[in-house]
């Protein structure tokens, strides 16, 4: 198999979540069985209850080609937790961040 053109990375945050990073990477051709990872930083606005269940869902495409288009997408579901001091809540999807073309 050859390489997928014009390989799209997206990431879509839950309602109340924010990024001051980009959501969207643009990674051109790359080779099959590649792999590789995106980080996103994001911050839980206060409107956001403890307790509450956000979803983010991540998903890469490519111009053409491909035969399997069911692993293109996943979702990681994170429970906030509300402390009484600062905590960091990751919102990384390392499962969906990560890519792996064949």
Same mark, same amino acid.
């Given at each position: ?13 839950? &309602? ?15 080779? &099959?069985? +590649?792999?590789? +990872?995106?980080? #996103?930083? &994001?911050?839980?606005?206060?409107g956001v209850r403890c307790g509450a ?9 490519s111009s053409g080609g491909e035969s399997d288009l069911s692993n ?14 600062? #905590? ?5 999807? +390392? ?8």
């Open positions: 198999m050859g390489p997928a053109a014009a390989v799209r990375i997206s990431d879509t945050l839950p &309602a109340g979540v924010t990024s001051a990073g980009p959501l969207a990477w643009d990674l051109g051709t790359i080779n &099959a069985g +590649a792999t590789g +990872a995106r980080v #996103i930083v &994001a911050t839980i606005g206060a269940l956000l979803v983010n869902t991540a998903a890469i495409a293109n997408a996943a979702q990681w579901t994170t429970v906030v937790t509300c402390t009484s001091r600062p #905590i960091y809540l990751p919102l990384v999807l +390392a499962r969906a961040s990560a890519y792996t073309l064949r």
